[in-house]
């Protein structure tokens, strides 16, 4: 977390006082001295200690998490072994003060611009139904159909039909309860129609009368 506390800070303060730094090379002294001073930036930072300020830029020259790309190669590949050891030397960094260090532009642009996805969005604009909403507005009503139990009794022979149970077909007749015959020309009709599909007689779904076929 130190690293990217000292990255941000140093992008933070770069864009305020020196935009042009974020695309050119700053020297290792530039930066401890000059750009993110450990004193002046210790609250910023959140960083407790000197020596934990020093190991994250330490971190920072020896190029880890890919955020600067550093130079000379041989600087990034001395100061990356020695932040490999166990307990890094800290002094080195006196040793490469002139290696230089350029911003990772995209890491850049992610701290002055953490929400790129709503840069361009309209101000105020009208929030976008949520989606059961819309659901709901798209589902059309399904047709409800009963089931042949609903039917109190055939519609052939008039028998009474067993309750609380499915029945699909008349035990007196075996006449099929989803199908209705209309009483003027006999046609099938389903047993929730109100209206003949050949004749368009008005039949009414509970209506049952013995003249059904």
């Not at 130190?2 to 305020?16: G, K, P, S």
């Not at 006196?94 to 995209?106: C, F, H, K, S, W």
Request: aromatic letters at 4%; a positive charge.
């Amino acid at each position: 977390m130190d690293l990217e506390r000292l990255f941000r800070q140093i992008v933070l303060n770069l864009a305020a006082k020196d935009p042009g730094g974020l695309r050119r090379a700053l020297s290792l002294a530039e930066v401890r001295d000059g750009v993110v001073p450990y004193r002046a930036n210790r609250r910023a930072l959140g960083i407790e200690t000197s020596e934990d300020f020093e190991l994250a830029l330490l971190r920072l020259y020896a190029g880890e998490a890919g955020l600067a790309r550093t130079a000379p190669a041989q600087a990034r590949t001395e100061l990356a072994a020695e932040l490999g050891r166990p307990h890094p030397d800290l002094t080195i960094l006196q040793q490469y003060e002139t290696a230089t260090i350029r911003l990772d532009p995209v890491a850049v642009d992610r701290v002055l611009d953490p929400e790129p996805d709503l840069r361009f969005a309209p101000r105020n604009s009208p929030s976008a139904p949520k989606p059961e909403t819309a659901r709901k507005r798209s589902r059309s009503k399904p047709e409800i159909r009963p089931s042949p139990n609903t039917v109190s009794g055939c519609n052939r022979c008039g028998a009474t039909l067993p309750s609380g149970r499915a029945v699909n077909f008349c035990p007196q007749c075996g006449q099929n309860l989803a199908i209705r015959h209309c009483p003027e020309c006999d046609t099938e009709l389903e047993v929730t129609w109100k209206h003949c599909v050949h004749c368009g007689v008005s039949v009414s779904p509970r209506q049952r009368t013995g003249t059904d076929r």
